[in-house]
């Protein structure tokens, strides 16, 4: 019997996103897989659901819960319909896995298999499946979009009859994918662009877009391309090398994240209140506690002169492109689990090992347990993921989230 990929509307009334998209199903219908999808799951996202194609439709998540053998979700499901999950079942998607000990215990104890897509390995073979990455590109964009129709100044130099008006100064923080995606949106807006990351190696990748790196002297690099927490002396030494660089920004956009942790605070109160009068920052971590201090998270407030904004959910102010590009992220970490119809998880998959958040009644993957304050070993046979990297500058969803 194929098996059933399910798809129901999400829990959360604002996300405006769908895990499924038209060309998706054609793949997976491709793949030998039948998919059944709740009505109105894909409104939201400007996907009438006759062009879906060949597809079943239920009549609610509870039909869809029912039917399915993997289930391709934006969010976690409400808790009463994942009450209805069942042993053995495929939960995949952003699931938040360091938020809730609650939640991950729950998931587990239900025998549920659940993927986390914010724990996928930071591997060149896993780039496909990169949700935090895909959502990530859409959040920098978006930041600068804010930032440009917010700001009281042209980000372009301007010529006109009476004379020239500068451009604006744009200073980003972070330069993982959301990072990159600002810095490239700003300069084709015309602005002068300045860049900023403990990780040295990015600086080529800052130069390569037209921008200027700034240089605080302190390093942090990591393994796996992450970058490891500072100390105190070099966060202090940081911050006083910034502090300039902010003062002279129009506009300041972070994006600083590390996974399963409260986003670190770089830019302080105190260089908020130096800003010129009418600067805009937008802090894209404001949903994992902000890299400014005192942003507040789905709102603008006023620092000093400075006007500093907390966007959450960004990727869904983006749905058409933010859908079709986690659907196929999601396509692409399912394609391997699907062997001639049926679903085969093969848990020597490095890849699938490390997305792996419980499995067989337990949790199975060991920086989860740590943080959460599990037993450090799963119970076997549950998959043995990589040890996880230490923090990033990169978004999550980063997820990415950043």
Not at 73 to 94: C, H
Not at 139 to 144: E, F, W
Not at 180 to 185: E, G, N, R, S
Not at 369 to 376: E, M, N, T
Request: aromatic share 4%; proline share 6%.
């Amino acid at each position: 019997m194929a098996i059933v990929i399910g798809v129901p509307r999400s829990a959360d009334p604002s996300e405006t996103r769908t895990p499924i998209v038209p060309d998706v199903v054609k793949k997976l219908k491709g793949l030998g897989a039948d998919v059944i999808v709740e009505r109105g799951a894909t409104a939201s996202a400007n996907i009438p659901e006759d062009t879906l194609g060949d597809v079943r439709f239920a009549d609610s998540t509870a039909g869809v819960l029912d039917a399915a053998d993997v289930i391709w979700t934006i969010g976690n499901l409400r808790p009463e319909d994942e009450a209805r999950l069942r042993r053995g079942q495929v939960l995949m998607g952003m699931l938040a896995p360091y938020s809730s000990r609650e939640h991950a215990a729950s998931l587990a104890a239900k025998g549920v298999t659940a993927f986390a897509l914010e724990l996928l390995p930071r591997i060149s073979r896993a780039q496909s499946m990169d949700t935090l990455s895909s959502q990530g590109s859409i959040s920098g964009y978006q930041c600068v979009l804010i930032a440009a129709a917010r700001a009281p100044k042209f980000f372009p130099m301007l010529t006109y009859a009476a004379g020239s008006i500068r451009p604006a100064r744009v200073l980003i923080i972070g330069v993982g994918v959301a990072g990159l995606q600002a810095i490239a949106t700003a300069k084709r807006l015309g602005a002068i662009v300045e860049a900023y990351d403990v990780r040295p190696e990015t600086r080529e990748q800052v130069e390569s877009l037209g921008a200027k790196f700034v240089d605080t002297g302190v390093s942090a690099a990591g393994t796996g391309g992450y970058a490891r927490e500072l100390t105190a002396e070099e966060k202090a030494q940081q911050a006083a090398k910034l502090a300039k660089a902010v003062g002279n920004a129009d506009i300041l956009i972070t994006t600083a994240a590390v996974p399963g942790k409260k986003a670190p605070v770089i830019i302080t109160r105190a260089m908020v209140e130096a800003m010129k009068p009418g600067a805009i920052v937008v802090d894209m971590a404001a949903e994992g506690g902000g890299n400014v201090e005192g942003t507040v998270a789905g709102e603008e407030v006023a620092i000093g002169h400075a006007t500093v904004i907390g966007p959450v959910n960004l990727p869904a102010r983006m749905p058409v492109s933010a859908s079709e590009m986690f659907s196929k992220n999601l396509l692409n970490f399912t394609t391997p689990m699907i062997v001639e119809g049926n679903l085969s998880i093969d848990w020597n998959d490095e890849v699938i090992a490390g997305t792996a958040l419980t499995y067989d009644g337990a949790i199975a993957h060991p920086m989860v347990a740590k943080v959460l304050g599990f037993a450090p070993e799963p119970a076997a046979p549950a998959p043995v993921a990589p040890a996880a990297p230490e923090a990033s500058t990169t978004t999550q969803n980063e997820e990415g989230q950043a």
